[in-house]
């Protein structure tokens, strides 16, 4: 039922991946698919970690890759109020809308279960998450570099040995502290350098080699993505653009059957429509429209 407030109608129901809520460009999904089915296949072990969901575009995309026994741990603000007025100012300018019921309605939509939620600053996450526990860790929460340093050092806590961490955001001109967070842990703590796209930075505190030359033989397999290799920091640094990248399959909607369903009265009414052309002699239904057009002049 809904909250009190709160009307069945606002409550969304995506029918399609596309109506969720949120910035996910294909070519970031094309990656997150590229990564997190590579760990299936070399069954690298770990759980999942979102920081930061919003409406839950992301989080619905990863949902689809946890495997039997795995935990998917979600942690964001949503109606909290911010521990600090720095970034209770940048919720209230750029989220206004965001609430954990949207979250939930839209998640459900695609799958059974909620991930484990932790509405709470980002910063408490090492108490819900083990240590060297996470395979895959997507950050994407404040853009404040005091928070982004703190989640960065538990992205690097929680992640095994071959875990992949995707930073947000880490070149968009309005996230300076982001830039800046991230990019400091590939010069002081290690972070080594995977790939980029035009948003979004992935890396491991593991050996990046394999990786990285296993995923520019994929590049050279798109047709729709180009990229380029430089060497950044010591290590190869994959940059792909995506102007024309072609999504992955999404993720299905269990509302997809109500996509363009035709409303039960409006079908009744277009049948007595198609009724009355049958019945009516073409005589009739000449004068009638010749008296409708006369009404109209």
Same mark, same amino acid.
């Given at each position: 039922?809904?909250?009190s &407030?709160?009307?069945?109608? @606002?409550i969304p !129901?995506?029918?399609?991946?596309?109506?969720?809520?949120?910035w996910?460009w294909?070519?970031?999904?094309? #990656?997150?698919?590229?990564? #997190?089915? !590579?760990?299936?296949?070399?069954?690298?072990?770990?759980?999942?970690?979102e920081?930061g969901?919003?409406m839950?575009?992301s989080?619905?995309?990863?949902?689809?890759?946890?495997?039997? +026994?795995?935990?998917?741990?979600? *942690?964001d603000l949503?109606?909290s109020?911010?521990?600090?007025?720095?970034?209770?100012?940048?919720?209230?300018?750029?989220?206004?809308?965001?609430t954990?019921?949207?979250?939930?309605?839209?998640?459900?939509?695609?799958?059974?279960? #909620?991930?484990?939620?932790?509405?709470?600053?980002?910063?408490?996450?090492a108490?819900?998450? &083990?240590?060297?526990? *996470?395979?895959?860790?997507?950050?994407?929460?404040s853009h404040?570099y005091?928070?982004v340093? &703190?989640?960065?050092a538990a992205?690097r806590?929680?992640?095994?040995?071959? &875990?992949?961490?995707?930073?947000?955001?880490? !070149?968009?001109?309005?996230?300076?502290?982001?830039? =800046?967070?991230?990019?400091? =842990?590939?010069?002081?703590? +290690?972070?080594?350098?995977?790939?980029?796209?035009?948003?979004?930075?992935? /890396?491991?505190?593991g050996?990046?080699?394999?990786?990285g030359?296993?995923?520019?033989?994929?590049?050279?397999? !798109?047709q729709?993505?180009?990229h380029?290799?430089d060497?950044v920091?010591?290590?190869?640094?994959?940059?792909?653009? +995506?102007?024309? @990248?072609?999504?992955?399959?999404?993720?299905?909607?269990?509302?997809?059957? #109500?996509? /363009?369903?035709?409303?039960?009265?409006?079908?009744?009414?277009r049948?007595?429509?198609?009724?009355?052309?049958?019945?009516v002699?073409?005589?009739?239904?000449?004068a009638?429209?010749?008296?409708?057009?006369?009404?109209?002049?």
């Open positions: 039922m809904p909250h &407030g709160e009307t069945a109608d @606002a !129901r995506p029918q399609r991946f596309a109506d969720v809520e949120g996910f294909p070519v970031d999904q094309l #990656l997150f698919d590229w990564f #997190l089915r !590579r760990q299936s296949n070399l069954e690298h072990q770990g759980d999942l970690l920081l969901a919003y839950g575009k989080a619905i995309f990863m949902g689809g890759y946890l495997r039997q +026994g795995e935990r998917f741990t979600v *942690c949503w109606d109020p911010a521990v600090d007025d720095p970034n209770s100012a940048e919720m209230n300018s750029a989220y206004a809308t965001l954990r019921r949207a979250f939930e309605a839209n998640y459900l939509s695609f799958h059974d279960r #909620l991930p484990t939620m932790v509405q709470a600053p980002t910063s408490v996450i108490s819900h998450v &083990g240590a060297g526990s *996470c395979r895959f860790v997507h950050v994407d929460a404040l005091e928070h340093s &703190g989640d960065v992205a806590e929680l992640l095994g040995p071959q &875990g992949i961490a995707a930073f947000d955001d880490f !070149r968009s001109e309005h996230c300076p502290g982001v830039a =800046a967070a991230v990019w400091a =842990a590939v010069a002081t703590l +290690g972070l080594r350098p995977i790939a980029v796209t035009s948003t979004k930075l992935y /890396g491991t505190w050996d990046p080699a394999p990786t030359e296993e995923l520019q033989r994929w590049l050279r397999t !798109r729709d993505l180009w380029a290799v060497q920091a010591g290590v190869p640094l994959i940059r792909i653009r +995506g102007t024309n @990248a072609k999504s992955p399959a999404p993720p299905v909607s269990r509302h997809a059957s #109500l996509r /363009g369903r035709t409303s039960p009265v409006r079908e009744q009414a049948a007595v429509r198609r009724l009355a052309k049958d019945l002699p073409p005589a009739l239904a000449r009638v429209r010749a008296s409708r057009h006369r009404r109209t002049l």
